[in-house]
């Protein structure tokens, strides 16, 4: 069993700079089965705010087709059909960690895939949200992901992205990079931001950054 100090250290080295997506793919692939407890004993809060942020602008519409970027073993999916929300795909690099969310039978459809400007095996307009949690981080998805995001949402549709606030600012990708990618997709008409907001604790101590963009095109 990790405590705290290790698993914070374990989770720490999925985010190594200079880390390629095949090194961070292979990680999780490797810590699938113990990343729900180290996880939990590290307070992350992150797919809880995702899920309720989500849902807050939902607007009680339980139906919605959510697709989970970054779904991981399932945490941000578990905490949506908390909320009501059961029409959930997954999408994640790593096999072993959709094979965890597949034992839970948390979606519908279990897309092993790593999201960037490659086009998806999703049609245009097909859901009418897309929930990511924990996605933007060292080594992992880029703001050249956002045109595809937008792509396969509905207009009118949502996109939440939730992550730690300091990788705005300490991830070199990211870095007066991140924000400005965003802000030149709502300039083209491509999407509007409907909410920023920091939230306390998103991961022990650390504030989160929840981002919510209305698909327009």
Known sequence: MADIETTDAFCHSSQKPGMSSTEVLRFYDNWAEKYDKDLFDLNYNGPRQCAEALAEVLSGN???RIL???AGTGLCAMELIKLGYTNLDAIDGSQGMLDIA???NLY???ICDFL???RL???GNHYDAIAC???FSQGHMKDDCFPELIRIVKPGGLICIAMREEFLRTVETYKDKLEPAMMTLEDKGSWEQVARDIVPKYYRDKDGVIFIYRVLA
């Open 102 to 104: 597949q034992s839970r």
């Open 133 to 135: 949690c924990g996605a």
């Open 121 to 123: 095996d999703i049609p």
């Open 68 to 70: 989970d970027v970054a």
């Open 108 to 110: 519908h459809r279990y």
């Open 116 to 118: 960037g400007p490659r």
């Open 62 to 64: 339980k139906a919605a």
